[in-house]
């Protein structure tokens, strides 16, 4: 039973399209990332929220805007759509952002395919 | 430059074999933790380890901060242990956690 819910699973898009993947954790954990993992590149982070409020970025395009209407909610939005945004996006959590003592725990994953 | 180094890239086991996986840290760290993948699936957290030397089953973590070096032991490899090993470290002074490209584990049988 996943505490963390990525939607979709899968998806493909058109360049220059815009798409919204969905995260939600059910782990009552109160900061929550995004994590981007394409091709033979490592994990890489992009943003971290606690509290809904952004915590840190990691020079991601402002194209990729995440939203938190919730505490246990946290959106990304990806506007004009390049094919380079190919890529699993991961959305994970932890209980605080003291990370020295938190487990990360993640999410399956939004697979994006840009034609 | 990369700040997580791992190594092996990828290892081919028979089945009952031991494998050893070797993470490295280019910069100073808060702490550390070694994450599964299945291909195309998701990253379950196997250690959290700040330092010292965890076990869990036929899974042993040794994490030595000052030398900012980690390693993974599996003992008795199964087939199911197949799939990719990433170390992650959280980097002093901030809370970004950094991952390693991987180690990517095939145990045949």
Redesign the interface.
Known sequence: DPKIIQKPKYLVAVTGSEKILICEQYLGHNAM?W?RQSA??????MF?YSYQKL??N?TASSRFQPQSSKKNHLDLQITALKPDDSA?Y?C?SSQG?????????????T?LSVL | G?Q?QQSPTSLVLQEGENAELQCNFSTSL??M?W?YQRP??????VF?N?SGTKQSGRLTSTTVIKERRSSLHISSSQITDSGTY?C?M?RSN?????????TRLQVLP
């Open positions: 990332y994590y033979k590149k490592p994990l890489e982070f971290s915590m840190d990691q699993t991961f994970a952002t003291e990370l020295s003592n938190e487990r990360l725990f993640f999410g399956h994953g697979k | 990369q997580v808060n702490s933790q994450f195309g699936g998701s990253l379950i957290s959290y700040p990433l992650a959280e901030t809370n970004k956690v950094v991952f390693g490209t991987g």
